[in-house]
């Protein structure tokens, strides 16, 4: 483990083995950190913070930091992270508010330079998140999504798996699997039919998908008959339930809105 010697680091820190820490990082107690991370100058991690193995943390980002909301009451609350993330330069991760509550970062995800993680969000894995990407509290990101630069995502929305968020998107409703959308306000595109296709979904997927899409969509039906009319033919694909168990489980209501509604 080589730490360099202008570090500062709790002795109630637990670090594991193989561990490169870099000039003027601070790590807090209360921290416990895996193997095989790489910490470089300036990173600040501060108490209830865990961290897996093989992360990557770059110059200045501060994970763990108090969280930006006013019911905070000091509380004790944590940051968990898993395995192979990337944290670039400034990103900023803030631990939960309410007590015993957390921020939970998965694995493989690529955050990158100023993106900023809320309290109490959950962001599972492969995920990207472009530079000055930002996520208010609670809210989800599920695997394999991706964050353009500057995306704004409203708290408690969520983003489904394999959606692809263009530049200086708002967010405020939550948004299904494998959309593409784009704007502001945000409206939805189309399918992500790029991006399923570079994660290995073959034609036979990408075409039930394109059908729920449609009967969602492009048919004019209202939100519970499509999803009636989806649910006969559910069994077909672990992408289809996928897509209707979001759509049934939203709180805030899905975007709906696409171009072609948006002059009505």
Do not use: W
């Not at 694995?107 to 990158?112: A, E, F, K, P, T």
């Not at 969509?217 to 897509?243: I, K, N, T, W």
Request: net charge negative; glycine share 10%; charged share 20%.
């Amino acid at each position: 483990m080589a730490i360099h010697r202008s570090a500062v680091i709790d002795h109630n820190a637990e670090i594991g083995t193989y561990n490169e820490i870099g000039p003027l990082v601070v790590i807090e107690g209360g921290v416990r950190i895996g193997n095989n991370n790489r910490i470089e100058p300036g990173a600040i991690i501060t108490s209830n913070t865990t961290i897996g193995d093989n992360n990557r943390i770059h110059g200045h980002v501060y994970i763990g930091n108090e969280p930006q909301d006013l019911a905070y009451d000091g509380s004790e609350t944590y940051v968990k992270i898993g395995n192979d993330n990337v944290f670039r330069e400034f990103t900023t991760v803030h631990r939960g508010t309410k007590e015993g509550s957390s921020t939970v970062i998965g694995d493989n995800n690529y955050l990158m330079t100023a993106s900023h993680v809320a309290h109490n969000c959950r962001i599972g894995n492969n995920v990207i998140m472009v530079n000055g990407a930002s996520l208010g509290g609670y809210a989800e990101v599920h695997d394999h999504a991706f964050l353009s630069a500057f995306v704004i995502v409203h708290q408690f929305c969520r983003i489904g798996g394999y959606t692809i968020c263009g530049i200086l998107t708002k967010i405020t409703k939550d948004v299904p699997p494998f959309l593409m959308i784009d704007g502001n306000p945000a409206l939805v595109r189309g399918l992500n039919l790029v991006g399923l296709k570079r994660k290995g979904f073959d034609a036979k997927r990408r075409a039930i998908i394109k059908q729920a899409f449609k009967t969602v969509y492009r048919m004019g039906y209202s939100v519970p008959h499509a999803l009636e009319l989806l649910g006969e033919m559910e069994q077909q694909s672990e992408d289809l339930r996928m897509f209707i168990d979001f759509i049934v489980e939203s709180e805030r209501g899905i975007l709906l809105k696409t171009p072609v509604s948006d002059g009505s």
